[in-house]
């Protein structure tokens, strides 16, 4: 059998009962941190001008807009919900293959909401859909980063037709159509970090993974194997020896790409290869007391790698442009000695304050130092008037895989994601129906609290 077969398969024959209530627990855990990222990252500007285009659709209500207080069609609130996902930078990472779950998340919530579907059925989906994408991840990273394509909607559109495949019950037949047919839509580029077209990638993943199953249900046709053979999906896209198709299809389930290499919840607005160099500059800020006026400078040593990834944004212009900007997120711990959504606003990006700041960091590059995904703490140095300086290098963050929040951080974080949106008893219903996923037997009730949020709760007074 080759992958692509070996793929289908896996995915239609794999059901609920089949999955150990530990990855049940995790993938609950990290569908309340996805949910949480959606509320808050609907608020954000890309958001609000994708919201539009989908109004501006005049398209059937099936699926709910997550924050968005209206109902479009399943393809346009996975779009919509996708690129919510994303909008904030907030969304979850898989460890040591590029590939999100921020593409599966969102079309499962949207086709459980179209067909009332059960909560047993959206968990089903997701395990099984986003083993698979993992396991493609760790099969071709970091070599789809070096050839400047964006893993997000590289893996993400395959994962996401994977996810509406499971959720529309199709055949191997079929869902081998689905992923030929999401093949052709596969895109996203490196050079677009720091602008809302990369923000919109989540989004445009959902949405061409939800089109791919929802046309090979109706009949249309693509390579049977497209994932085999030459030229294959990953050799056109990551090159010949740049891939291992062993990998992808090697012990399905054993252990779920969700406990091993695992999935990081992001603990800051930005890219997730910043994260280490801003707990290593809080942490020497908070415990040496270090006021902002006595700082003289900041350095941050990186790897080619990072440096990649960042595009070098020293002096960012836009909300967007600074999550990718290490001066940027530096600037924030030390000069308001916390990093949140409002540190990437246009109007603190812009201010003089920030501006100031940022003259004060400085990255540099270590080309002679290990570089990849496994090489990610940033050595930061913070140098005082008096002519003291105070050395942190972070290599395990909170949130992440090897040291993941508690119960309570989870849903304290959630809580703050949800709250401008939600009211406090809402925040605590969806806490409850998510975490309790399995029981659910209907997501539309999830769904209709998420969507309509406080509007909603004024209308039953």
């Not at 398969?9 to 009962?17: H, I, L």
């Not at 960012?316 to 000695?337: C, Q, T, V, Y």
Request: glycine fraction near 10%; aromatic fraction near 8%.
């Amino acid at each position: 059998m080759g992958i692509t077969d070996i793929i289908s398969e896996y995915v239609m024959r794999t059901r609920f009962e089949d999955i150990p209530k530990e990855i049940i627990e995790l993938a609950k855990e990290f569908i309340l941190d996805s949910v949480g990222a959606s509320l808050i990252g609907s608020l954000e500007p890309v958001s609000q001008i994708t919201r539009q285009y989908v109004i501006e659709d005049c398209s059937k209500p099936e699926a709910g807009a997550i924050g968005g207080r209206f109902k479009t069609t399943v393809s346009n609130a996975a779009f919509l919900n996708g690129t919510s996902n994303h909008a904030a930078e907030l969304e979850a990472c898989g460890d040591f293959a590029g590939c999100n779950p921020l593409s599966i998340i969102p079309v499962s919530l949207a086709f459980g909401e179209k067909l009332g579907l059960s909560g047993k059925k959206i968990l089903e989906a997701i395990i099984v859909a986003f083993e698979v994408q993992g396991k493609m991840g760790m099969g071709t990273t970091p070599a789809s980063h070096n050839r400047g394509w964006c893993s997000i909607s590289l893996h993400g559109t395959l994962g996401a037709a994977l996810t509406a495949a499971k959720m529309l019950n199709l055949d191997a037949y079929q869902i081998k159509m689905a992923v030929g047919l999401a093949a052709d839509q596969a895109g996203g580029l490196m050079r677009q970090l720091g602008t809302m077209a990369h923000l919109l990638e989540g989004g445009l993943a959902c949405r061409n993974g939800v089109f791919a199953a929802t046309m090979a249900q109706m009949g249309a046709t693509a390579a049977e194997d497209i994932l085999d053979g030459a030229p294959s999906f990953w050799e056109v896209y990551v090159g010949k020896g740049g891939f291992d198709p062993e990998i992808m299809v090697r012990d399905f389930g054993n252990p779920y790409y969700l406990k091993s290499p695992g999935i990081s919840m992001k603990k800051y607005p930005c890219c997730f290869f910043m994260h280490r160099a801003l707990d290593a500059a809080l942490q020497l800020v908070e415990e040496h007391n270090i006021a902002y006026e006595d700082i003289e400078s900041v350095e941050a040593g990186i790897t080619p790698f990072i440096y990649d990834s960042l595009l070098g944004h020293g002096d960012p212009n836009s909300g967007d442009m600074a999550r990718f900007s290490l001066e940027h997120g530096l600037a924030s711990a030390i000069l308001k000695k916390k990093v949140t959504v409002a540190s990437f606003s246009n109007k603190e990006v812009l201010s003089p304050a920030f501006v100031q700041a940022r003259k004060k960091v400085n990255v540099k590059v270590h080309p002679e130092w290990p570089s990849g995904r496994s090489a990610l703490a940033i050595p930061v140095t913070i140098r005082v008037r008096d002519g003291k300086e105070f050395t942190r290098k972070v290599d395990k963050l909170r949130g992440s895989a090897k040291l993941p929040l508690n119960r309570d951080e989870q849903i304290g974080r959630y809580a703050e994601f949800a709250r401008p949106l939600l009211s406090d008893s809402q925040v605590e219903q969806t806490v409850r129906f998510i975490l309790n996923l399995e029981e659910l037997r209907d997501v539309r009730v999830l769904m209709n609290i998420l969507t309509f949020g406080r509007e909603l709760s004024n209308s039953q007074k």
